[in-house]
């Protein structure tokens, strides 16, 4: 499937032809090194590599050389998949490390203050030689490893405890200040709203299937809205994003320049689309990035981006399909924390390119252009995929 996809690419515009070689090589190799005395949800790795393929697909089509460094990233993200396989089979005991998962994140953030890059307005990037990641997005899979681990432990006490009793919440609930202190400092350090509202949500969710008490999770949102309209009124790049949101056309040559193509060509698109190759999607600045899935719904209309979305939905769905499998909590968790973090990422920037939020910073996962984004999303898959195995 994923070779009749990129079969469809324009002519010179991948990599060279032992690097789609190389690359359906490692596709194979990743499902070939699983143990053979159990069996695996098979569709995982498939459905991500599909995905990526898409993604190349696309990148290909908008810029060559992007493309080219995007079979190198989907590469080295296989590579990673397979050598961390052995370690994905024994996830259970990242539970044993939870507080080094905090450390990690917390290094990251300080990694970005002390290095990080600025672009239009949001900290993003650390540039190391040639190459750039992304910090957050190994922070997100941190995060979700120390909140199944957390909450596993202390999810009856948490259960228990009556929402006036300040002692009991501020006992247990401490450490988990983590996963609002996490949002925060994106909005703070970052400026990226997508993120920290992606963080947020897969904290939530993860806090309401441990403890079922929406108190909290009402609470975390609520300091959060407030922190987010504090954001808007001080940081130039967030109050610029929610006003273009607001009205893309009042500086349709300006600020909202990016979005208003973005209209422009998924109303062009129309419900079929306008085929591929034949449409204008590199009128829009950082298509390959911000609004890939604008370029996709404008050649392929919203049939075709609609089907895109049946196959995230598929991941996701099978993810939590895999935490319903597990017989323990701390492993249930685990698994409703990746497929959260997943459908999400996929929620908030789906709907900040058809206008339903303020655009993020965030990636389409797989699709879009991003070493980062590509190389977290597959070993988020693959940890998944380990996961679901069932001895024969």
Same mark, same amino acid.
């Given at each position: 499937?994923?070779?009749?996809?990129?079969?469809?690419?324009?002519?010179?515009?991948?990599?060279?032809?032992?690097?789609?070689?190389?690359?359906?090589?490692?596709?194979?190799?990743?499902?070939?090194?699983?143990?053979?005395?159990?069996?695996?949800?098979?569709?995982?790795?498939?459905?991500?590599?599909?995905?990526?393929?898409?993604?190349?697909?696309?990148?290909?089509?908008?810029?060559?050389?992007?493309?080219?460094?995007?079979?190198?990233?989907?590469?080295?993200?296989?590579?990673?998949?397979?050598?961390?396989?052995?370690? %994905?089979?024994?996830?259970?005991? %990242?539970?044993?490390?939870?507080?080094?998962?905090?450390?990690?994140?917390?290094?990251?953030?300080?990694?970005?203050?002390?290095?990080?890059?600025?672009?239009?307005?949001?900290?993003?990037?650390?540039?190391?030689?040639?190459?750039?990641?992304?910090?957050?997005?190994?922070?997100?899979? %941190?995060?979700?490893?120390?909140?199944?681990?957390?909450?596993?432990?202390?999810?009856?006490?948490?259960?228990?405890?009556?929402?006036?009793?300040?002692?009991?919440?501020?006992?247990?609930?401490?450490?988990?200040?983590?996963?609002?202190?996490?949002?925060?400092?994106?909005?703070?350090?970052?400026?990226?709203?997508?993120?920290?509202?992606?963080?947020? $949500?897969?904290?939530?969710?993860?806090?309401?299937?441990?403890?079922?008490?929406?108190?909290?999770?009402?609470?975390?949102?609520?300091?959060?809205?407030?922190?987010?309209?504090?954001?808007?009124?001080?940081?130039?790049?967030?109050?610029?994003?929610?006003?273009?949101?607001?009205?893309?056309?009042?500086?349709?040559?300006? $600020?909202?320049?990016?979005?208003?193509? $973005?209209?422009?060509?998924?109303?062009?698109?129309?419900?079929?689309?306008?085929?591929?190759?034949?449409?204008?999607?590199?009128?829009?600045?950082?298509?390959?990035?911000?609004?890939?899935?604008?370029?996709?719904?404008?050649? %392929?209309?919203?049939?075709?981006?609609?089907?895109?979305?049946?196959?995230?939905?598929?991941?996701?769905?099978?993810?939590?399909?895999?935490?319903?499998?597990?017989?323990?909590?701390?492993?249930?968790?685990?698994?409703?924390?990746?497929?959260?973090?997943?459908?999400?990422?996929?929620?908030?920037?789906?709907?900040?390119?058809?206008?339903?939020?303020?655009?993020?910073?965030?990636?389409?996962?797989?699709?879009?252009?991003?070493?980062?984004?590509?190389?977290?999303?597959?070993?988020?898959?693959?940890?998944?995929?380990?996961?679901?195995?069932?001895?024969?």
């Amino acid at each position: 499937m994923s070779a009749l996809v990129l079969s469809f690419a324009p002519e010179r515009s991948l990599g060279p032809p032992l690097l789609s070689i190389g690359l359906g090589v490692l596709a194979l190799l990743w499902v070939a090194c699983a143990p053979l005395d159990s069996e695996r949800d098979d569709v995982l790795p498939a459905l991500a590599i599909v995905l990526s393929s898409v993604g190349i697909l696309l990148i290909a089509r908008l810029s060559p050389d992007l493309a080219a460094r995007q079979e190198v990233w989907l590469g080295v993200a296989m590579v990673l998949a397979i050598a961390f396989g052995p370690v %994905f089979s024994n996830f259970r005991r %990242f539970a044993a490390y939870k507080y080094l998962w905090v450390v990690a994140s917390l290094a990251l953030f300080g990694l970005l203050l002390l290095f990080g890059q600025e672009v239009n307005g949001a900290r993003l990037w650390i540039r190391v030689g040639p190459a750039q990641f992304e910090p957050i997005e190994f922070i997100k899979l %941190f995060v979700v490893f120390f909140l199944a681990a957390y909450l596993a432990e202390m999810s009856d006490v948490l259960a228990a405890a009556r929402p006036w009793s300040l002692q009991a919440n501020a006992k247990y609930l401490g450490p988990l200040v983590l996963g609002w202190g996490a949002s925060m400092a994106i909005l703070v350090v970052q400026r990226d709203l997508g993120m920290a509202t992606l963080l947020l $949500a897969t904290f939530a969710t993860l806090l309401y299937v441990g403890t079922r008490r929406w108190d909290i999770v009402a609470a975390g949102a609520g300091v959060f809205a407030a922190v987010a309209f504090w954001a808007a009124r001080h940081f130039n790049y967030v109050h610029e994003r929610i006003a273009v949101w607001r009205n893309p056309f009042s500086d349709p040559l300006g $600020a909202g320049y990016q979005s208003s193509q $973005a209209y422009y060509a998924m109303a062009s698109g129309g419900l079929f689309g306008t085929g591929f190759r034949l449409g204008h999607p590199t009128f829009i600045p950082d298509v390959a990035t911000d609004y890939v899935y604008a370029a996709f719904s404008e050649e %392929f209309g919203w049939i075709g981006a609609f089907v895109v979305l049946l196959l995230f939905l598929g991941l996701v769905r099978r993810i939590f399909a895999v935490g319903l499998q597990q017989p323990d909590l701390y492993a249930k968790l685990l698994a409703v924390g990746l497929a959260a973090t997943l459908g999400f990422q996929v929620f908030v920037i789906v709907g900040g390119v058809i206008g339903i939020f303020p655009l993020t910073g965030i990636t389409l996962p797989f699709v879009s252009y991003g070493g980062s984004s590509l190389v977290a999303n597959v070993l988020l898959v693959s940890l998944a995929w380990s996961m679901s195995a069932r001895r024969r």
